[in-house]
């Protein structure tokens, strides 16, 4: 089992940065690809980034692309999301998962936080 809490969520104005931490325990978090994914209100859960167990190869969807920058601490066990320019349509629940491989694909994913809330005004 892999325990995972998000944190950092809060309300911004459009243009703000914000960063994301999702902090994990449980099995060894180093054997695990970490993504972050988000839900807003009335749509399905989308991805968002993904970066493999040694932080060597990271994955954007193309929303983001640009503006995000994911990346990890093994030694911490914690993944971050680097959110800059934040846009309106940022507004979501943002959830971190974990995976073996690494994935696009929230199916792949084993492991999910609770999520933390980002919302983002005009």
């Known amino acids: 089992q892999v325990q995972l809490v998000e944190s950092g969520g809060r309300l911004v104005q459009a243009g703000d940065s914000l960063r994301l931490s999702c902090a994990a325990s449980?099995?060894?978090?180093?054997?695990?690809?970490m993504a972050w994914f988000r839900q807003a209100p009335g749509k399905e859960r989308s991805f968002v980034a993904a970066v493999s167990r040694n932080d060597g190869y990271t994955s954007y969807a193309d929303s983001v692309k640009g503006r995000f920058t994911i990346s990890r601490d093994n030694d911490k066990n914690t993944v971050y999301l680097q959110m800059n320019s934040l846009k309106p349509e940022d507004t979501a629940v943002y959830y971190c998962?974990?995976?073996?491989?690494?994935?696009?694909?929230?199916?792949?994913?084993?492991?999910w936080g609770q999520g933390t809330q980002v919302t983002v005004s005009s």
């Open positions: 449980g099995r060894t978090f180093s054997n695990y690809a």
């Open positions: 998962a974990a995976a073996t491989p690494i994935s696009a694909r929230a199916k792949q994913y084993d492991y």
